[in-house]
């Protein structure tokens, strides 16, 4: 099977830093990558699809990238509502394994 | 708007088993797949399973294989999970969740129900 990894697996940093969180696959998955976000206590929200297309509804700071094994989630300026836990996901075959995700907060 | 909405916590004894049911609506219930997820306590997101709800295909995690079973039922658009020999580290919210785009076979979870916490203690 395809192992997902994250990392860093935790950031502190400051409101309007731009942060990059990285998800690599063991093997090639081409874009099928997806990136939720999941606050603390509640239910996680897809932020981001086919690796770099952006959900609806979610803010415009937060961009994706990466294809094959190497992916990327930014947030351009980050905001005090960003503190979360990001993890990614693959979905081009089954299992549809998740990384073991990044936890966000404010320094 | 799309709904999905799943049943009460549950407290079970190991050995048993424990099925959890998530009621959709506001959409064409066998025009998109639905996947579980679990989440123990303080830990990450793990896939269980997807079933594709028009011809009931099944994939599930190979570390549940023989313990898990997901159905739906078309005429009421509820979609269901099964896990047998509950054992304490099964202990867990589970989440339904609904694939984004129209008979795509490939799971973008776009909507996810509320969560059932099913606590497995002797």
Redesign the interface.
């Known amino acids: 099977?395809i192992e997902m990894t994250q990392s860093p697996s935790s950031l502190s940093a400051s409101v309007g830093d731009r942060v990059t969180i990285s998800c690599r696959a063991s093997q090639g998955i081409s874009n099928?990558l997806?990136w939720?976000q999941?606050k603390p206590g509640k239910?996680?929200?897809?932020l981001m699809?086919?690796a770099s297309t952006l959900?609806s509804g979610v803010p415009s700071r937060f961009s994706g990238s990466g294809s094959g094994t190497d992916f990327t989630l930014t947030i351009s300026s980050l905001q005090p509502e960003d503190v979360a836990?990001y993890?990614c996901?693959k979905?081009?075959s089954?299992?549809?394994?998740?990384?073991?995700?990044t936890k966000v907060d404010i320094k | 708007q799309v709904q999905l909405v799943q049943s009460g916590a549950e407290v079970k004894t190991p050995g048993a088993s424990v099925k959890v049911s998530c009621k959709t609506s506001g959409y064409i219930f066998t025009s998109y797949g639905i996947?579980w997820?679990r989440q123990a306590p303080g830990q990450?997101?793990?896939?269980m399973g997807?079933i594709s709800v028009d011809n009931g295909k099944t994939?599930y995690?190979?570390k549940l294989q023989g313990r898990v079973t997901m159905t739906t039922d078309t005429s009421t658009s509820t979609a269901y999970l099964e896990l047998r020999t509950l054992r304490s580290d099964d202990t867990a919210v589970y989440?339904c969740?609904r694939d984004?785009r129209y008979n795509w076979k490939?799971?973008?979870?776009?909507y996810?129900?509320?969560?059932t916490l099913v606590t497995v203690s002797s």
């Not at chain 2, 996810?112 to 969560?115: D, F, I, L, R, V």
């Open positions: 099977d099928f997806a939720y999941q239910v996680p929200k897809l699809y086919a959900q836990t993890y996901q979905y081009n089954a299992p549809f394994t998740f990384g073991p995700g | 996947s997820v990450g997101l793990e896939w997807w994939n995690a190979q989440y969740a984004l490939f799971p973008e979870l776009a996810w129900g509320q969560g």
